[in-house]
């Protein structure tokens, strides 16, 4: 178990927080996604990717709280293939300071889960040391909603997840995070170190501009294996099969309410 | 994101054709097979150049694209926001606000927001070439005027060489500026000047000496110049998200201290201004055909015929192939020549006429085809490729003819 004892000081006061951004590289959002003809998975070659939007929404959230002069230094990891460099050089031309790339060998990448994801964050946390993590709530390729949790879980550290607003606790010695829920907003303060998933509303990312892509370049950009992390990748899963889901069926018009409920009936779905 | 949000409030908001309209537009613009792929060639870095260009199409401009051309709307905002993200002086020097960046790099942006708009790509391209003759041939207290206002897009302008008595013989131009102290003072008109009426500076070329290129100068005008007034907004097949107007000048006196580079160097400044200006507009012609095919290609998956898709017609099929061939040839011709300008070729001049007489002619064509691809609907202005087709048509007419680039390699 990892303990990590920050200066409770006022926040404001302090160097700032230092913030880790979690970034993966999915399909696009607007790709019509196809599934392979051997049901194995979906189409991922010569596909678009680009950064899961709820990441961005993280990466801009961190980006905001350094030019609030809340947070220090903001790094970007992104636990992925190769490729997974283009989504944290996006990262650092939207403002983030620097970038670590878990590389994960092809072969294991179809296998990964957010248990794996979880453990090689945590791994990174107890040398990176930072006081904030914020992760995109789910990723749009799986829709697990499990990293961020996870995360938390083995690092024994406070959550806050579907975040649509963070600021300092009115005593400037916790974070304030008010989280969109089924019945509304919750409103929750917690400590840090903590992990905050960030939702929808959070924010709206900025653009990445000339000057600062130009400016990126410069940015470290560190590369680890899970290997030297000592994270092992066995999967727990094993995806039987891929299908899309079945073809929408004609309705049928009714005249009545009357007409309604008793078709409703009949398909045994009212008593 | 402003992308998802804008695919809710789309599914709310917008009528049913719209919606499929616009998510069709995104989605088969994104996913690419390799020969399609608008990045082609492209080292990493370029790409993520492109890819801010054209995620910023998608969001600030594809949307709009139909409305601006329906309502005649000029989108400063929208140019506005471009030049936040540094569109607005792509090729100037970083000193006074530009992004120091390439040929290469102004091509890729232009072609990547011509898929969403090729009037706004045009005009845009104008703009970075009238900012790229200052901050080139200016002298230092005209660089650090004018490239502040110009690279942020706050005021804008528009290039004028064309008159009603001399297009492609430009060198006949009749405008002239005659000496009188420290002021040259106007007389003359400009034809078909891009934005000419919405722009702050015009960047005039005029007679200051005897007949011929070597008589020519550059010379600024700023908007609200006592003498300096405007025709009629001209009615057009296409471009209508810009005005295009006749410049007229009756006695607009303008300082000396206006000129750009020495007395007699303005055909010079103005043909070098054109090289870049021709990859330019080729640049904005690949993005109308790049969005036309893959519109073209979408719909024949969709489009059901004799108990098939389009998409399943042999006849079909080779004709995106052919489209295919056309619109990657001709990108591939036009990224080499902003190549040739970037590395001082002297011979850049010469390929860049190529690239522009290929480019805009295949690209119109592409479009053209893109067009009968869609059948009936392909006709209906509710549907894009007939929006690219006449806004690319043009592109084979100015920055010099289609002809005149027959005549420069021959040269």
Known sequence: KYIHIINKADMAASKGLKILVGCKRVIDYAVKVRVKPDRSGVVTEGVKHSMNPFDEIAVEEAVRMKEKKLAGEAVAISVGPPQSQETLRTALAMGIDRAIHVEIPLAQLEKLQPIHVSKLLAKVCESEKPDLVILGKQAIDDDCNQTGQMLAALLDWPQATFASKIEPSQDSKQLRVTREVDGGLETIDVSVPAVVTSDLRLNEPRYATLPNIMKAKKKPLAKMSPDQLGVDLQPRQEVISVEDPPVRKAGAKVESVEDLVGKLREKGLVK | MQALRRVFALNQNASWTRTVLATQQKSCLLSSSSILDIGIGLSAEKRQIQELALTFTQNEVAPHMQKWDAEHIFPVEMFTKTAALGFGAIYCKEEHGGSGLSRLDASLIFEAIATGCVTSSAYLSIHNMCAWMIDSTGTEEQRAKWLPQLAPMSRLASYCLTEPG????????????????????????????????????????????????????????????????????????????????????????????????????????????????????????LGAAHASLLAAREYMTVRKQFGKQLAEFQALQFQLAEMAAQLVSSRLLVRQAAQSLDSGDPGAPAVCAL???????????????????????????????????????VNCILEGTNQVMRMLPCS
């Open chain 2, 355 to 393: 690239a522009k007489l290929h480019a805009t002619e295949q690209c119109f064509d592409v479009c053209n085809r893109a067009l009968q691809l869609f059948g009936g609907y392909g006709y209906l202005l509710d549907f894009p490729v007939q929006q690219y087709l006449r806004d690319s048509r």
């Open chain 2, 166 to 285: 001399s297009g492609s013989d430009a060198a006949a131009l009749k405008t002239t500026a005659k000496s009188d102290g420290n002021y040259y003072v106007l007389n003359g008109s400009k034809a078909f000047i891009s934005g000419a009426g919405a722009t702050d500076l015009y960047l005039v070329m005029c007679r200051t000496g005897a007949d011929g290129p070597k008589g020519i100068s550059c010379v600024m005008v700023e908007k609200d110049t006592p003498g300096l007034s405007f025709g009629k907004i001209e009615r057009k097949l296409g471009w209508n998200a810009q005005p295009t107007r006749e410049v007229v000048f009756e006695n607009c006196r303008v300082p000396k201290s206006n000129r750009l580079g020495p007395e007699g160097s303005g055909f010079g400044l103005a043909m070098r201004g054109l090289n870049g200006g021709r990859v330019n507009i080729a640049s904005c012609s």
